[in-house]
C-alpha cells in the first residue's frame, strides 16, 4: 500500500451553497406538505399505528437512535447545569481511520492516520492525502471487495497516537456500496434481422466509493440543560452527567454517484482520497439534513442518482448568486405556471365561438401531448412525470371538444368556426405546412430507424414522432400566426394564458442553460419565444380596443352572450311592437 500525500484543488464547497439547497428542499417541502403544527393542550394518547403509516415507516431508512431526556431541573426544583461540550476549544486528538470485515472492533487493518490536531477553525488542521490499494498485496479482508462483498471503515478520535484501546469517538460507515450498473442503450437494430438486444444483468454490483471524507463539527461549548436541537442530540454521545461529544462524521455530501468505481477482476488498484476538516455546525447540520433527505427520496423512489447528481453539480459550478436567483425564478415558474392553466381553462370554458382560433393548432397540440405520453409510457417514467403528462393531455382533449364535435359516427366543426373565414386561412396555412413537414418527417424517421437502436417498430414510431415534435414542432404553431394576419386582428387569442406561459418559457430557457441537457432540448426552450415574440408584434401593428367589443364578441364590459341576447331584443322588439297596434276600424259607408 502506497501513500502520497496531494494537494487537491478547490471544489468550491462553501456555506452559501449549502444554505440554498437546505433552503429550496425546505421551502417545496412546506409548500407542498407544510409546515408541521403542534397542537396545544393535553398530551395525545398513543393509538396503534395504520397500516399505512407502518409502510410509510418501513420504507423510511434507519433513523439515528433517539437521544436521551435529560430533566432540566433536580427533585428540589433547582435548575441543573447546563450540557458541556466534553471537547473543550483546542482540544488535542488523533485521527485514525481502519477498515474490517465487519462492525466489529476486532481484527481491524490501518488505514490512514492524522496526528496534532486540536479542535479549531485552524488552516493547520485541514489534511488530504491519496491512498492506492493494490490488489496483489491486499488483505484477506481488502480481497472481500473484489468478491462483491461490504467492508467497514472504523474511524477513531484518540487523545494521543496509540489506538485503539482507549478512545474518545468511534463510528462505521461502509467503504462500498451496492449499486446498479448504468443501463446502455435499450433496443436493437432494426434493420439488422440478426441483431438481438444486450440483455441487461440488474444485479447490484459493489462499487467502491473513491474519496474518504472525515468531519468533525465545532459545536458550541455549551447547551441550555434539555435544549439541544433532537436534530443534533440523536448525533451526539452524552455521558451519565449529560455532557457530550461531537460526533465523527464521514462526509458523503459532495460524492457524486458517477463517480462511483465498479468492482471487477479488471480493477488492480483502488484510490481513495482522504481528507479531514473542522466543520461549523450549521454547515454540518445542513448537509446531514440534506443527506438523510436524500436517503429518503431514494428509499421511496422519489429521486434517482443522476438528478441528485445534477443538483450536486449545479452547486459546485455556479455562483451563489445565480443560485439565489434560480431559487426566486423556480417559484415563480411554480405560480405562472398555475395562473396560466388557471386562465387558460377559463378562457376555454367561457368560448363560445372558435371565429379567429385555429382548430387545427388545438389538434396539433392534442397530438403531441399524446406522442409524448406514449412516449413516456414506453420508457418506463416515473408515475409523478406521467401524471404531469396525462393532465397536459386530458386538458387539451377537452379544448378539441370545443371545436369538433362527434355526430353520427362522423366528426363535425364547430358550427361558428366551420362558416366564418378562419377555416379558409387554416385550410391555407396547414396545406402549405403539409408539404414542408412531409419530408422532414419522412426525413427524419429514416434517419433515427438506420442510426439508432429501438425495442421494436411501434418504439421506433413513437420516437421518431417525439424527435420530431421536438424538432420542428413549433412549425405547427404558425397556422395562429397566419389567421392573424389574414383577420389583421388578434383580439381572440387567451392573452393572459399566453404571457404566464411566455414567462415559464423564459424561466425555462435559464434553466436550461444552467442545468446540463442536451443540445435538442435546448433549442426546443426556444421555439416557444420565436412564436411569442412574432404574436407580440402582430399585437403591436393590430392594436385592440378594450373599451368595445371586439368583431368575436370579447372584450369591453360585455360578453358574447349579451351582446347576442341585446340583438335577439332588438330584432324581436318590432314584432312586439306589431302585436301590439290594433287594427283600424273600417269607414262607415
Not at 97 to 123: H, I, K, M, R, V
Not at 378 to 391: A, I, Y
Not at 450 to 464: A, N, R
Request: hydrophobic share 40%; with cysteine.
Amino acid at each position: 500500500m502506497a501513500e502520497a500525500e496531494e494537494e487537491q484543488p478547490d471544489n468550491g464547497f462553501g456555506l452559501q451553497r449549502v444554505v440554498m439547497i437546505f433552503l429550496i428542499t425546505q421551502s417545496m417541502t412546506r409548500l407542498l406538505f407544510g409546515a408541521p403544527q403542534t397542537a396545544p393542550g393535553a398530551p395525545i394518547e398513543e393509538r396503534e399505528p395504520s397500516d399505512f403509516e407502518k409502510w410509510a415507516k418501513s420504507k423510511m431508512p434507519e433513523q439515528p437512535p433517539p437521544a436521551p431526556r435529560f430533566a432540566s431541573h433536580d427533585m428540589d426544583g433547582v435548575r441543573l447545569p447546563p450540557h458541556m461540550n466534553t471537547w473543550g476549544e483546542r482540544h488535542r486528538f488523533w485521527l485514525h481511520a481502519f477498515y474490517g470485515c465487519s462492525n466489529a472492533t476486532d481484527d481491524l487493518t490501518a488505514l490512514w492516520s492524522e496526528g496534532d490536531l486540536d479542535y479549531s477553525f485552524d488552516s493547520s488542521n485541514a489534511r488530504t492525502v491519496t491512498l492506492q490499494l493494490w490488489r496483489h498485496n491486499a488483505s484477506e479482508c481488502l480481497q472481500r471487495v473484489w468478491n462483491n462483498q461490504t467492508i467497514y471503515l472504523h474511524l477513531f478520535a484518540t487523545a494521543n497516537e496509540t489506538c485503539c484501546s482507549t478512545y474518545d469517538m468511534h463510528s462505521v460507515h461502509e467503504l462500498t456500496t451496492y449499486k446498479q450498473l448504468p443501463r446502455g442503450k435499450k433496443g436493437r437494430s432494426l434493420l439488422d434481422e440478426a441483431a438481438e438486444e444486450a440483455e441487461y444483468d440488474d444485479r447490484p454490483v459493489i462499487h467502491w466509493k473513491p474519496s474518504l471524507d472525515v468531519r468533525i463539527p465545532m459545536l458550541p461549548p455549551q447547551f441550555p440543560r434539555g435544549g439541544i436541537p433532537d436534530p443534533i442530540s440523536r448525533l451526539l454521545t452524552f455521558d451519565n452527567s449529560g455532557d457530550y461529544l461531537p460526533p465523527l462524521h464521514k462526509d458523503e455530501f459532495w460524492l457524486l454517484h458517477k463517480l462511483l468505481v465498479p468492482v471487477n477482476d479488471t480493477v488492480e488498484a483502488l484510490n481513495l482520497t482522504c481528507s479531514f476538516e473542522i466543520d461549523g455546525t450549521i454547515k454540518w447540520q445542513l448537509k446531514s439534513s440534506m443527506e438523510q433527505s436524500w436517503r429518503q427520496q431514494a428509499k421511496l423512489g422519489m429521486g434517482s442518482d443522476g438528478e441528485n447528481d445534477m443538483l450536486r453539480e449545479m452547486l459546485l459550478e455556479t455562483q451563489p448568486w445565480v443560485l439565489v436567483v434560480t431559487f426566486i425564478v423556480s417559484i415563480l415558474h411554480t405560480v405562472f405556471e398555475f395562473l396560466a392553466f388557471r386562465n387558460n381553462v377559463s378562457f376555454w370554458r367561457n368560448k363560445k365561438t372558435l371565429v379567429g382560433l385555429s382548430a387545427r393548432t388545438i389538434a396539433w397540440n392534442a397530438l403531441c401531448q399524446l406522442i409524448v405520453m406514449l412516449y413516456l409510457l414506453d420508457n418506463d417514467t416515473s408515475w409523478m412525470v406521467l401524471f404531469s403528462s396525462g393532465m397536459g393531455l386530458l386538458t387539451e382533449i377537452w379544448k378539441l371538444t370545443k371545436a369538433v364535435t362527434w355526430e353520427n359516427g362522423s366528426i363535425r366543426l364547430e358550427e361558428s368556426y366551420a362558416e366564418s373565414p378562419t377555416k379558409a386561412y387554416d385550410d391555407v396555412a396547414t396545406s402549405h405546412l403539409m408539404y414542408s413537414l412531409a419530408p422532414l418527417l419522412v426525413g427524419y424517421s429514416c434517419y433515427s430507424l438506420v442510426t439508432d437502436l429501438h425495442k421494436g417498430w411501434y418504439s421506433w414510431l413513437v420516437s421518431s414522432a417525439v424527435g420530431f415534435i421536438y424538432a420542428f414542432g413549433f412549425v405547427m404553431m404558425t397556422p395562429q400566426l397566419y389567421i392573424n394576419y389574414r383577420l389583421r386582428s388578434v383580439a381572440h387569442l387567451p392573452w393572459r394564458a399566453m404571457v404566464y406561459k411566455s414567462l415559464n418559457t423564459f424561466i425555462d430557457d435559464i434553466f436550461a442553460f444552467i442545468i446540463k441537457q442536451p443540445t435538442l432540448r435546448r433549442l426546443a426552450c426556444l421555439r416557444d419565444d420565436v412564436i411569442f415574440l412574432a404574436t407580440l408584434y402582430q399585437r403591436w401593428i393590430y392594436p385592440i380596443d378594450k373599451s368595445r367589443i371586439n368583431e368575436f364578441g370579447q372584450g369591453g364590459d360585455e360578453d358574447a352572450d349579451e351582446v347576442d341576447a341585446r340583438k335577439l331584443a332588438a330584432a324581436e322588439r318590432p314584432l312586439a311592437v306589431l302585436d301590439r297596434v290594433e287594427p283600424a276600424e273600417a269607414p262607415a259607408s
